[in-house]
């Protein structure tokens, strides 16, 4: 277990085109996974791809549920966000809705960037698990926009890419500037 070190734009390692996982897992991916869980709910965020971490593999995790706001309560102690951890391998869109959704989107690589931006409304995946069984479902809404967004980062897509020229300069200067006062 431990919290790996999340790439920002615009770092080089996040525009890799990720390689296929093979099976069964390796003990190096499999830690690799566990690392991916530890640093994406110390974040914390609803997604991340292995490229994020420099890592290309077609492997990008997801919890959804872990903002919301949902809460339990584990033996009567204090409540604990609840966690439903997604692991997606070699996913692949099967079909996407012509119909579009905008939502705010923001991302790990880009702190500090929250943007609109538009995405097919519901898609058809299909991916594998740790076991490397295949699965194939429909999601929509923002589970539909958190694996496109995920996924994007297995093709070194970032999504400011959607964004006007104008606005990415802008964003580029700013993370160039802000990591010029962390290392100063
Ligand atoms: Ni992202």
New binding site residues.
């Given amino acids: 277990m431990a919290i790996r070190e999340i790439l920002i734009y615009p770092d080089d390692k996040l525009r890799e085109v990720a390689k296929p996982v093979e099976f069964p897992l390796s003990d190096e991916v499999k830690a690799v996974v566990q690392d991916m869980a530890d640093t994406m709910y110390d974040a914390p965020g609803v997604?991340l791809?292995a490229t994020?971490l420099g890592v290309a593999l077609r492997i990008a995790i997801t919890d959804t549920d872990w903002r919301s706001g949902e809460v339990r309560h584990e033996d009567g102690g204090e409540p604990v966000a609840a966690r439903n951890l997604k692991v997606w391998i070699n996913p692949e869109f099967r079909w996407r809705e012509e119909g579009m959704v905008t939502c705010e989107e923001g991302?790990?690589?880009v702190p500090e960037v929250y943007e609109d931006i538009d995405r097919p409304a519901a898609v058809r995946l299909r991916w594998q698990d740790m076991e490397g069984e295949t699965h194939e479902a429909d999601f929509e809404g923002f589970q539909a926009v958190a694996l496109q967004?995920?996924f994007d980062?297995l093709d070194g897509i970032l999504?400011i890419d959607k964004l006007s020229r104008l606005k990415q300069g802008m964003i580029k200067k700013k993370l160039k500037k802000r990591k010029k006062l962390q290392n100063s």
């Fill in positions: 997604g791809a994020q991302c790990l690589s967004h995920e980062h999504f």
